[in-house]
């Protein structure tokens, strides 16, 4: 009977660790599925003003009023005075990860989408300009992860994929160990 009692609590303690160990570290769920891309190519032709169009109405406005006080990549004080409204997934990495093929009303959705829209001090917008996590990441660590989860979320509901390496690099911002 003690070796019975002895093999199910190993076997109680090998499933805990098989089902439970893979979340830990993770939020409530998983990133956003997206299609993996070996990398990002620069499709030729990338015109801001002509290919995703300017604010529409109010939209800028309802970013600037809903963000708070702080800069949500460097965790600062943010001053309303020069803070920008950043793409999260930069308009020219959508352009190159497929929103070329977009109709120009696709294109300026997507450039208006506040899921896609944050108020950033400009020193971190600057910075970031049009790169994906594998290159920058907010200078705020405890940002990263939502940053990311952001960015994945983006993607998927545009059906944009993302570089491998991105993939690579955000999944582990989120404690994710498995690279997809």
Not at 45 to 56: E, H, P, V
Request: with cysteine; charged share 20%.
């Amino acid at each position: 009977m003690k070796n019975f009692i002895r093999v199910l609590i190993a076997f109680s303690v090998f499933l805990c660790i098989y089902t439970v160990a893979p979340h830990i570290g993770r939020g409530p769920g998983d990133l956003a599925p997206v299609t993996a891309i070996p990398q990002r190519a620069t499709v030729l032709g990338y015109d801001r003003a002509s290919m995703f169009g300017g604010w529409l109405g109010g939209v800028r406005e309802g970013i600037v009023d809903e963000a708070g006080d702080t800069d949500p990549y460097s965790g600062n004080r943010l001053d309303l005075s020069s803070a920008e409204v950043d793409h999260i997934l930069p308009l020219s990495a959508a352009w190159d990860l497929g929103a070329h093929r977009w109709s120009a009303g696709e294109r300026i959705s997507f450039a208006n989408d506040p899921l896609n829209l944050v108020l950033v001090s400009k020193a971190e917008n600057q910075e970031k300009s049009d790169q994906l996590p594998s290159e920058w990441l907010p200078s705020d660590r405890s940002a990263r992860c939502w940053y990311v989860e952001r960015l994945f979320a983006v993607a998927n509901a545009y059906e944009l994929p993302l570089p491998e390496n991105d993939i690579r690099v955000g999944r582990k911002q989120c404690g994710f160990a498995k690279p997809w």
